[in-house]
């Protein structure tokens, strides 16, 4: 029985001290399983996905959450806020519950996908819609959270980026070793930033004996860190990474060159096709901006790049169930009928 286990697994990596709450809501130690069908369907034997969905928000945001909200709290803050797409909401919510804290959210009007909203409204959070984009959005709570001394739970919180490297300490234990290529969505380009400093960490500690490429994924509607450009209007179906001016482009472009590694983009429709091929295929269940990683992979092999001796992971960030209408824009196979042995044996056999 463990009370925190990222605390309990990988202390001598966190900044924490004596005074660092332990609160957990059992975040980390998600599973790394291994690809039945893509991975040998696209030529990719050795394929793993990171099922991120598995966090008590159902994202990754949890594992960065449980320290930037502790660390607000042993600096005797009372509330916290973030801007958000959607899952740093829900995720800061609930960890500002746990602590008793207040929480304000404040994210882009009329996109954001209805589980997160549920989550940040049954967590208590006062939600602001701004009719704006996200990038207006962290603009505003970097401002704000300066002015009246609001805990900011952005990952521009260097909390946050120690809590998430904690991801890549969870692939190399599993793995037995560091992968060679990672692929991530990105979207505000924390997470991709965050594994990258939790490989190399490992790497210098002793516990790899090398660091993956990695391999990260935008939006094309929302791709600035592809363009070098700022995206001053971002569109995309994964509304998790509609991103126009990512707060850790710098970091992610850093962990892409040192890496040895790529960022590129992928369109709506390769994303959504990747998330019906999860679904279908392996059975995962992921939000659109998840799916953008596999979709990423699935372009990188179609380049005839040969990944045949390579082990991958693909980063699942985000669970399904967060955005049912997009799970219910696909075509399902539906029938009413009368409540009948005839009228169902008769679909049955047709
Ligand atoms: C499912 O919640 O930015 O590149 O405000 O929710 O670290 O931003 C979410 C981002 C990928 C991109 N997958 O990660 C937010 C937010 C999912 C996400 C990303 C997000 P970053």
Redesign the pocket.
């Known amino acids: 029985m463990t009370t925190n286990f990222l605390i309990d697994s990988y202390s001598e990596f966190l900044p924490i001290d004596g005074d660092t709450s332990r609160k957990s809501l059992g975040e980390g130690n998600t599973p790394l399983v291994r690809s039945t069908n893509i991975g040998p369907e696209i030529g990719v034997p050795n394929l793993y996905f990171k099922l991120e969905t598995m966090n008590p928000t159902g994202?990754?945001?949890d594992r960065g959450m449980f320290l930037a909200v502790a660390k607000a709290v042993q600096a005797n803050s009372r509330s916290v806020i973030?801007?958000?797409?959607?899952?740093?909401?829900a995720a800061a919510s609930a960890y500002a519950s746990l602590h008793g804290l207040k929480s304000f959210v404040v994210v882009p009007s009329g996109k954001i996908a209805m589980g997160k909203l549920a989550q940040a409204s049954v967590h208590g959070a006062s939600i602001i819609q701004i009719r704006g984009s996200?990038d207006n959005a962290l603009n505003i709570v970097r401002e704000i959270s300066d002015q009246l001394q609001i805990a900011l739970v952005?990952?521009v919180n260097p909390f946050r980026l120690e809590g998430q490297k904690t991801a890549a300490f969870e692939v190399v234990d599993a793995l037995g070793k560091a992968p060679d290529i990672l692929c991530i969505?990105?979207?505000?380009?924390?997470?991709?930033s965050?594994y990258w400093k939790g490989f190399k960490e490992y790497a210098a500690a002793g516990r790899a004996s090398k660091t993956p490429m990695m391999y990260g994924f935008q939006a094309q509607g929302a791709a600035p860190i592809v363009n070098n450009k700022i995206i001053e209007n971002p569109e995309t179906i994964a509304t998790?990474?509609r991103?126009g001016n990512?707060a850790?482009w710098e970091k992610?472009a850093s962990a892409r060159d040192e890496s040895g590694g790529v960022i590129d983009s992928v369109s709506d429709d390769e994303i959504l096709h990747a998330y019906r091929y999860l679904a279908s295929a392996e059975g995962i269940f992921c939000?659109p901006?998840?799916a953008a990683s596999v979709a990423g992979l699935i372009k990188t092999s179609r380049l005839g790049v040969d990944l045949s001796g390579a082990t991958i992971v693909c980063v699942i960030?985000?669970h399904g169930l967060k955005d049912p209408d997009t799970a219910l824009s696909v075509e399902a196979v539906q029938y009413e009928v009368d409540p009948t042995i005839e009228a169902v044996g008769e679909i049955l056999s047709s």
């Open positions: 994202s990754f945001k973030c801007a958000s797409t959607g899952n740093t909401s996200f952005n990952s969505p990105v979207g505000n380009a924390g997470n991709i965050a998790a990474i991103i990512p850790s992610a939000e901006a998840s960030t985000g």
